[in-house]
């Protein structure tokens, strides 16, 4: 006390000076509180202004009652205008741009069909329209496409949807991927529904429900952007085989621990195991995961309306939105921005074409090699080589958007993938001359996708007829009987 009083008799403009500092800081911090507070019951009237969401609420109608500009954006994963030079949200048929792949899957649903990734909004239909679920598929299959799901997995209880077949709950699935998947109804704070995510990390003695806010804006995304498989042959319990790592390397290794065979090819007599989509997995090897962005951060810039910020929930290719997307942190032009992306992509494809080349040959020479009776001994070390060749292959292929988010490690996966598959050649080679078998065998004609099919004894005619008798029929009776149910619904 006594220096403050010495301070103000003999240096009054200090303590003046030191008195007005403190008010402003009081005032302000006042302010700041006051407009957290205000934040606060802005975002908490927002709740309730309209309608109330149900805990289990599927519809993104009724969500976007509540929450105008997050839904009128999600809509607009509808367009399908925007294509760019590998992505965007265009209807692409991969299997007539690259018929090769239909020799790769031969075996498998996907030869059948198979179309480039649209908006979340066709996830439903595009899972009904598509050849491959004429196959007997599991209910497992509808985990990434629609909200109902974690309706039904808590009403069923999550191994037993597993165990249901795709068709039983056909009328249940018909909401498009959307704001439960992602939000929880009460403080629409984000969430992971999706067990299979929990579990894996559980696994791995890790907690979900502790990621920071950031980890979040991408963990909702690796709920479905991810590597998985259906564990048990009648369990087809959904599980990501993250439990070595989540490298390719280290996914691979598990995968042969416990002998997963995805299908067998007629070919070659492979046991394959088809890659899905490790979006997530193959992001974290990339400059931007490892610098914290997140995928939110280019998939879902903020958006300003009316003075109004709010996160845009058209998800789509970042390339149809660079402004947004990436000026936000990058100075270069927008033409710098692309070119820098196709660079990478270009460059990740050329790598990928060799590899896809190698794999059908040695494809090609397996089956010759068997036609000519060679032993399952003869072929075992060679069928290793061409099933890792193209899990590696298949695992770029598949990691979509993967030759920008790492284009490194891309490009030293399909290395990999194109030396084991030219290993697999060579000892082919020497056995196919063993087997008094003139080399280089004849290569069909795999020029369109039709020739394709028809080289691996594919009746699309057939196929294709029996889909459009069951989409003539069976998915409005779905739909008819998904409104009655909701129609009851209280909300
Ligand atoms: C630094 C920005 C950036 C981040 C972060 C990012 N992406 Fe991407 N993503 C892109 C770009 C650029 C493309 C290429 C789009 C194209 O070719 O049209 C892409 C492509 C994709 C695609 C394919 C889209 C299409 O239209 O073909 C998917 C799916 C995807 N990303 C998912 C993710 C996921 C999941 C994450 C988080 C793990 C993520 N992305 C993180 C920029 C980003
Ligand atoms: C794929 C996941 C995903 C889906 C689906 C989704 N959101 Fe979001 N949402 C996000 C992310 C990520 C954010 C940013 C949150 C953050 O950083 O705090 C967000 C933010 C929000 C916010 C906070 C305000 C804002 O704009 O940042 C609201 C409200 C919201 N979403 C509503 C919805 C509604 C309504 C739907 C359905 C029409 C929906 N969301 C669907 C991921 C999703
Ligand atoms: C519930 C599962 C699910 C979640 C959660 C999810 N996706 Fe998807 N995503 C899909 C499916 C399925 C498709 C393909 C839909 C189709 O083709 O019908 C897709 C398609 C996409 C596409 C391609 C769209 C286009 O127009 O090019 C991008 C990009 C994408 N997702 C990014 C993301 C990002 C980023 C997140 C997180 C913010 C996310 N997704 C969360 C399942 C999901
Ligand atoms: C949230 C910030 C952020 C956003 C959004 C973002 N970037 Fe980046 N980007 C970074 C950071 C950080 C690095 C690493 C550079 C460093 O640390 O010096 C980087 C690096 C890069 C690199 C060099 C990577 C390499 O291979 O060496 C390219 C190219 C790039 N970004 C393009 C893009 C494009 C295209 C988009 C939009 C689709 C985008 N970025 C969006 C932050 C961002």
């Given at each position: 006390m006594k220096k403050i009083q010495q301070l103000i008799t003999e240096k009054p403009l200090i303590a003046w000076g030191l008195f007005l500092s403190t008010v402003v800081v009081v005032f302000f911090i006042g302010l700041f509180g006051a407009s957290i507070v205000e934040r606060r019951s802005e975002a908490i009237q927002r709740f309730q202004l309209v309608t109330p969401i149900a805990e289990w609420e599927p519809r993104n109608e009724v969500w976007g009652e509540n929450f105008n500009r997050q839904f009128e954006s999600y809509i607009k994963t509808l367009d399908t205008t925007f294509a760019s030079k590998y992505g965007g949200s265009a209807m692409v048929d991969m299997l007539q741009r690259e018929p090769n792949l239909v020799v790769l899957w031969a075996g498998y649903a996907f030869s059948r069909d198979y179309n480039q990734g649209r908006g979340h909004y066709y996830a439903i239909k595009d899972i009904r329209n598509t050849?491959?679920?004429?196959?007997?598929?599991?209910?497992?299959?509808?985990t990434c496409k629609s909200t109902d799901v974690p309706r039904l997995m808590n009403e069923m209880g999550v191994s037993d949807f597993y165990k249901k077949s795709w068709n039983e709950l056909g009328d249940e699935v018909?909401?498009?991927?959307?704001?439960h998947d992602c939000h929880d109804p009460k403080t629409m704070n984000l969430r992971i529904t999706r067990p299979a995510l929990i579990e894996a990390f559980e696994r791995q003695g890790k907690d979900i429900t502790k990621s920071s806010h950031q980890d979040m804006r991408s963990l909702v995304c690796a709920q479905c952007h991810v590597e998985y498989y259906f564990k048990g042959?009648?369990?087809k319990y959904l599980t990501l085989p993250w439990d070595d790592g989540i490298s390719v390397d280290e996914m691979e290794k598990y995968y042969d621990e416990v002998e997963h065979v995805d299908f067998v090819h007629t070919l070659s007599k492979t046991p394959v195991i088809k890659a899905q989509h490790p979006d997530w997995e193959m992001a974290q090897f990339g400059i931007h995961a490892q610098r914290g962005v997140a995928c939110a951060d280019c998939h879902m810039p903020y958006k300003s309306e009316g003075g109004v910020k709010f996160?845009?929930?058209?998800?789509?290719?970042p390339l149809n939105n660079i402004s947004r997307s990436c000026q936000v942190c990058h100075r270069e032009s927008e033409e710098t921005l692309l070119n820098n992306v196709y660079e990478r992509q270009d460059k990740v494809k050329e790598l990928l074409l060799l590899a896809e080349h190698s794999i059908v040959k040695a494809h090609l020479e397996a089956k010759a090699a068997w036609d000519k009776g060679a032993k399952e001994e003869e072929m075992k070390n060679i069928l290793t080589n061409i099933r890792h060749a193209q899990w590696r292959w298949d695992y770029v292929a598949a990691s979509h958007g993967g030759s920008f988010h790492a284009p490194l490690e891309s490009a030293r996966i399909l290395a990999t993938s194109i030396r084991k598959a030219e290993e697999a050649r060579v000892e082919l080679s020497k056995l196919l001359t063993y087997l008094g078998v003139q080399t280089p065998i004849a290569m069909p004609d795999l020029s369109t996708k039709e020739k394709a099919q028809k080289f691996i004894g594919l009746e699309m005619d057939k196929l294709k007829s029996k889909k459009q008798t069951f989409l003539s029929t069976v998915p409005s009776e779905w739909d008819k009987k998904a409104k009655e149910r909701q129609s009851t619904m209280n909300n």
């Open positions: 050849l491959r679920t004429d196959v007997p598929q599991p209910a497992t299959c509808w018909v909401n498009a991927i959307g704001c042959k009648e369990e996160t845009d929930h058209h998800i789509q290719s």
